[in-house]
């Protein structure tokens, strides 16, 4: 409400009593009323909310397509063998036959249909227990002295009986290190070598190491492979080595791999696997 008012100011510069000749009221815009500012609050609650929602349901979506990817990925590296190794135990069962020791040959088919059966069981599962793990590393090491004629000796030491509960790992997380110690780290040695396996738990973690007394590496050969697995470069140390550390830091957050060696004192995979992520 307004109220215009009128003064004069006289010869004498005084200023007489001011006068009202009129009163007004001028209407609140219509955007400052009430019922708006309500309108508003509640506008901008609403879009707040379908905001957040949506943005919700975004990043939930885009976890289970990267869930799936992951998931999708662990059953493909799986499923999938060394085309070598098949091709080398191929060979070595021909090579049995060619001399004719049946026997051997059929040993060797029977542990490599065996070893087959777990591998193609294992490929649809996300995780299995260390113990089967265990079983199919024994069973794929033997399939190797066979073929190396007994030049290497192995130990897996899975200490895990006093746990309450199963420990699970991704399949096919170890072969293909346990490969390369076989191939690589003392296949070639002339005195033949050992592979030493150990699993166990600390702190809540799977600890897995693979130990080889091959040639072992120097330093900056050691170092330029673990660069080239952390900048996924692994096209020369193989899809099998690549695959796994991915698939460590894809599916662990606090996972790791490291990988100790020292020239002519063999070489050391060290795997840390987490039981509660």
């Known amino acids: 409400k307004y109220d ?6 006289n010869n004498f510069n005084a200023w007489s009593k001011p006068m009202q000749i009129a009163a007004f009221e001028v ?33 939930n979506r885009k976890n289970y397509i990267l869930n799936r990817m992951i998931e999708l990925e662990q059953m493909a590296l799986s499923a999938q063998m060394n085309p070598h190794f ?9 090579s049995f036959l060619l001399f004719e020791e049946n026997e051997n040959a059929e040993k060797y088919l029977i542990r490599f249909s065996k070893l087959m059966r777990q591998i193609l069981g294992n490929s649809r599962k996300w995780y299995i227990t260390a113990e089967e793990e265990c079983e199919m590393l024994t069973n794929y090491i033997l399939l190797e002295q066979m073929r190396f004629k007994s030049t290497f ?17 991704p399949p096919m997380l170890i072969q293909p290190y346990v ?21 166990w738990e600390k702190h809540n973690n799977l ?8 040639k072992g590496m120097e330093e900056e050969q050691r170092s330029q492979m673990e660069q080239a697995l952390r900048e996924h470069k692994t096209g020369r140390l193989g899809i099998g ?9 894809a599916l662990y957050k606090d996972g790791h791999m490291r990988i100790y060696s020292k020239k002519g004192h063999g070489t050391m995979i060290k795997m840390v696997i987490p039981q509660n992520q």
């Not at 897996?156 to 009986?161: A, G, Q």
């Not at 490969?179 to 296949?187: C, F, Y």
């Not at 600890?207 to 007394?213: A, H, K, L, R, Y």
């Open 207 to 214: 600890m897995i190491i693979i130990v080889d007394t091959g």
């Open 153 to 169: 000796a192995f130990t897996i030491d899975c200490d895990l009986k006093h746990l309450p509960t199963h420990a699970f790992i």
């Open 86 to 94: 098949i091709f080398n135990s191929l060979n070595s069962i021909h």
């Open 179 to 199: 490969e390369n110690a076989i191939i690589h780290g003392i296949s070639k040695e002339e005195e033949g070598g050992a592979v030493y396996i150990r699993i």
């Open 27 to 59: 209407e609140t815009t219509i955007f400052l009323r009430w019922y708006f500012i309500v309108f508003y609050g509640v506008f901008i609650i609403a879009l707040f909310y379908v905001g957040l929602k949506l943005s919700i349901r975004y990043v």
């Open 241 to 249: 080595l690549g695959n796994i550390y991915q698939r460590i830091h």
């Open 4 to 9: 215009l008012e009128i003064s004069c100011l």
